[in-house]
């Protein structure tokens, strides 16, 4: 089968890369649970709001849109464990991240130095060059013709399901704190660990 995979969320902790920024440099002392949203501008850090802001702005630009934070994240054990035991049994693996498109090399040598497998890698967020849009992960899951892929953000889920409405094993959801009250449709999976996802998708060759 060919499966697709977000990255942050999924396989990189970039959370606990901003975390521990914001705790050495604000003096605070949160865990990645202080991600409630997605949004990292919705979060609560500290009763200022232009401070609150101000943090927010900093784990954007010293984390998110920083090739070299990005090189140095740590994984997901479990989820790379899972996507090695994928790729042995056959399966193709396609990452899809919606990081900023400067950072794909950063993003294909993260991978590589954490002996992460993949067929392809695709990084479709903002190119950075006027009048030249991001692809978006829907149109990609459908060129790609996936038969499953899963995220940390339903919204991504909703535009594969726009672009393609049948998928072989489905669209999912991995539960993370900043998810936890995000509603998906009933035609989509949620899950909690990577051996439910396993026991879904099967190790069997294809």
């Known amino acids: 089968m060919k499966l697709g995979f977000d990255i942050d969320g999924i396989t990189a902790n970039m ?3 901003m975390v521990e920024l914001i705790n050495a440099k604000y003096n605070l ?6 991600f409630k949203d997605h949004n990292i501008h919705k979060n609560k850090y500290v009763e200022d709001p232009e401070l609150n802001d101000e943090i927010a702005m900093c784990m954007r630009n010293e984390v998110i849109e920083n090739p070299e934070a990005v090189v140095n994240l740590e994984v997901y ?8 035991r994928l790729s042995k049994s056959g399966h193709t ?5 919606s990081r900023p498109a400067v950072q794909h090399d950063a993003t294909v040598e993260w991978l590589r130095n954490n002996f992460i497998p993949f067929d392809s890698v695709h990084v479709v967020g903002k190119s950075g060059i006027k009048g030249v849009s991001a692809v978006g992960k829907g149109r990609l899951g459908r060129s790609l013709n996936l038969d499953f892929y899963i995220d940390d953000q339903g919204r991504h889920l909703d535009d594969m399901y726009r672009y393609k409405n049948r998928w072989r094993k489905g669209l999912a959801l991995y539960t993370r704190p900043w998810n936890l009250d995000e509603a998906i449709d009933s035609k989509m999976n949620r899950f909690d660990n990577w051996v439910d996802v396993i026991r879904h998708l099967g190790i069997q060759k294809r």
């Open 29 to 34: 002392n949160y865990d990645v649970n202080v």
């Open 15 to 17: 959370a606990k890369a």
């Open 77 to 84: 054990e479990d989820g790379v464990e899972a996507i090695r």
């Open 93 to 97: 693996i396609h990452h899809i991240t």
